[in-house]
């Protein structure tokens, strides 16, 4: 299918023009992962873009050599006033660039809406504009969805990009969450998140699904949907590997923390969790009381620390040395130096999470104060 220069829907929807990638564009023939290419002819990728001209290229390419033909990838340019579209029209792919900013979840049901995804293709992937697929990352996903014929989703791992200490953190929070929490909900079928740079969907579940704009984190909210309507099995799979550029400052990890728990008491109060007694809704009750208990311990250290200081030396001591446990086996595991480097920084981004958690509560679930602007942070 390829649309050029036509107006949908009115003055704010256009489709840009596909132009063939010059050579010095496309990633080395020898790379591309041709063991794949028999497998994606029913899969396409969306990737959702706003001001990404920085990093757009690097995730188009990273999904070509993944075995991906330009023909099934689908870039929304959401009204940015960077060269994002032309980034993406260099190598060749579908490019749907909108006038005015819509928002992320509805800019991926428009291209869905306009190019007939859901009835075109087996497997919708959406990939972030700021993340690079792995070479293996959809024969992965594929050869999932065929072990486990029940899947409505398949969610990959999530690694963080280097860069200082605080993306060593946030590697370090991807890694410790998706080997002990995601693998065991994964087990219970109870995945909570299928995080929205390393997603794939059904086609025929998708388009039952709402994108809802209100929301800060769709993805959440969309994984909800699954579970609460039944349509089938979240997955959880390990070896389909993304890498993802998260922000690069402590203001910018923060911000980037409250949106995503904003987000949480945002889908927990749409989806009524943890209410209905489902098993999903235990899962989530465990979760919540963990984190409240964490973020009134690390609110009232200052206190704990004044009137019982031995006591508090020895927890963080013993907390220290598990992190370190946990730090050097990650680092050795992924080969990522930075986090065993970086690692006694931790504790202060937990002290700022652990605090935010608890203010966003308090924010979004006592006080119901309209939800925050969408942050995007910095890119490097």
Not at 161 to 176: E, I, K, S, V
Not at 201 to 230: F, G, N
Request: aromatic share 12%; glycine share 4%; charged share 20%.
């Amino acid at each position: 299918m390829e649309l050029t220069n036509q107006q949908i829907g009115g003055s704010n929807y256009f489709v840009g023009p596909t132009s063939p990638s010059t050579e010095s564009d496309q990633p080395e023939l020898e790379s591309i992962n041709r063991a794949a290419l028999d497998h994606l002819n029913s899969l396409c990728v969306v990737i959702p873009a706003k001001n990404e001209g920085r990093v757009l290229a690097k995730s188009i390419v990273s999904v070509l050599t993944a075995g991906c033909a330009p023909q099934d990838i689908y870039v929304i340019d959401d009204g940015s006033s960077d060269d994002t579209a032309g980034s993406a029209r260099q190598l060749g792919v579908h490019v749907l660039s909108n006038h005015t900013s819509i928002g992320k979840a509805p800019s991926i049901r428009r291209a869905i809406e306009l190019f007939d995804l859901c009835s075109r293709y087996e497997y919708i992937s959406v990939v972030d504009a700021d993340t690079q697929v792995d070479r293996d990352y959809f024969q992965s996903l594929v050869a999932s969805f065929k072990a486990n014929p029940k899947a409505a989703l398949v969610c990959g791992r999530v690694e963080s990009l280097p860069c200082n200490w605080a993306t060593a953190g946030r590697a370090f929070d991807y890694l410790f969450g998706q080997s002990v929490h995601k693998n065991g909900q994964n087990k219970m079928k109870v995945v909570l998140v299928a995080p929205g740079c390393a997603s794939t969907w059904k086609a025929d579940v998708l388009v039952r699904l709402e994108c809802d704009p209100a929301m800060l984190t769709e993805d959440m909210d969309m994984t909800v949907q699954i579970h609460r309507q039944r349509l089938g099995e979240i997955v959880y799979e390990s070896k389909a590997i993304v890498y993802t550029q998260d922000p690069n400052t402590l203001r910018g990890y923060v911000r980037q923390s409250y949106r995503w728990y904003f987000g949480l008491w945002q889908v927990l109060r749409k989806h009524s969790l943890p209410f209905r007694f489902k098993r999903l809704d235990f899962e989530v009750a465990l979760l919540v009381l963990e984190g409240l208990i964490f973020s009134a311990a690390f609110a009232a250290s200052p206190i704990i620390i004044m009137l019982a200081p031995r006591t508090a030396l020895s927890i963080a001591v013993a907390d220290q040395v598990m992190m370190a446990v946990f730090a050097l086996y990650f680092a050795f595991k992924t080969r990522r130096k930075d986090i065993a480097l970086y690692f006694p920084a931790f504790a202060v981004l937990r002290y700022a999470t652990s605090l935010v958690f608890g203010w966003t509560f308090i924010k979004a679930v006592i006080f119901r104060v309209p939800r925050p602007d969408w942050f995007t942070p910095a890119r490097y």
